[in-house]
């Protein structure tokens, strides 16, 4: 089994900052890319970004310059810093990752349960 569990969403003003975290554990041979998104009510979930095992990241156009996400590898985390954040920035925000277990030789992906990103003065 493997959980992946979100934390650092809240309610910021415009213009400011929030770090999401995303820590992996349970039964995990290695991960391979971790990622970003966020879904708001009555649209299809988004990609943000995503990292590689190696560090490759890619970020779509309506955050680049303004997000970046990293990951510690020894910690099995996964950030998302969010910089001059916008109101239409709002949703929910799930990290996923792309897990081998220990137990077997395919991949899955795996899901956090979600944290409120609220932008709003």
């Known amino acids: 089994q493997v959980q992946l569990v979100e934390s650092g969403g809240g309610l910021v003003q415009p213009g400011g900052s929030l770090r999401l975290s995303c820590v992996a554990s349970?039964?995990?041979?290695?991960?391979?890319?971790m990622a970003w998104y966020r879904q708001v009510p009555g649209k299809q979930r988004e990609l943000v970004t995503y990292i590689t095992s190696d560090g490759s990241t890619d970020i779509e156009d309506f955050v680049k310059g303004r997000f970046t996400t990293s990951r510690d590898n020894a910690k099995n985390t996964w950030y998302l810093q969010m910089n001059s954040l916008k109101p239409e920035d709002s949703a929910v925000y799930y990290c996923s990752a792309d897990v081998r277990p220990s137990d077997s030789r395919n991949t899955y992906k795996y899901w956090g349960q979600g944290t409120q990103v609220t932008v709003s003065s």
């Open positions: 349970g039964n995990i041979f290695r991960i391979n890319a």
